[in-house]
């Protein structure tokens, strides 16, 4: 079977939730691919579907890799922010980020499109 052609064990809304679950416990990197797929859970079409297969297989790769706080005896905490100031071309719609980093790790992320 070819990539397009490979099933979804799962039902695409119940991976979509699964990547949500990681994106907020885990896996801040994800952010912004699983806000954007999210958006396709109640008809999703093939390309949907194959970028979720996309991150699954990241997932997989990065497994090993973990959030790891600095043992130093200085406490660092910042913040950043981005928006792509109506980077959907469809709707004109922004799309915002954010992440906290404490000791060198991130502590609170997120993506969310206004």
């Known amino acids: 079977m070819t990539v397009n ?6 039902p695409f809304h119940e991976a979509v939730g699964a990547l949500m679950h990681l994106m907020t416990a885990t896996l801040p990197d994800i952010a912004f691919a699983v806000s954007y797929v999210s958006c ?12 979720v297969k996309r991150i699954l297989r990241y ?19 910042c913040g950043y ?3 792509d100031w109506a980077g959907d071309h469809a709707d004109r719609k922004s799309t915002s980020g954010y992440a906290f980093i404490l ?4 502590v609170s992320w ?3 499109k206004q």
């Open 110 to 112: 997120g993506s969310i």
């Open 81 to 83: 922010s981005d928006a």
């Open 59 to 77: 997932f997989q790769g990065t497994k090993p890799h973990g959030i790891c706080f600095k043992s130093d005896d200085k406490i660092d905490f």
């Open 103 to 106: 000791m060198g790790a991130p």
């Open 40 to 51: 396709f859970v109640e008809n999703p079409q093939v390309e949907h579907r194959m970028a």
């Open 5 to 10: 052609t490979t099933k979804i064990d799962a």
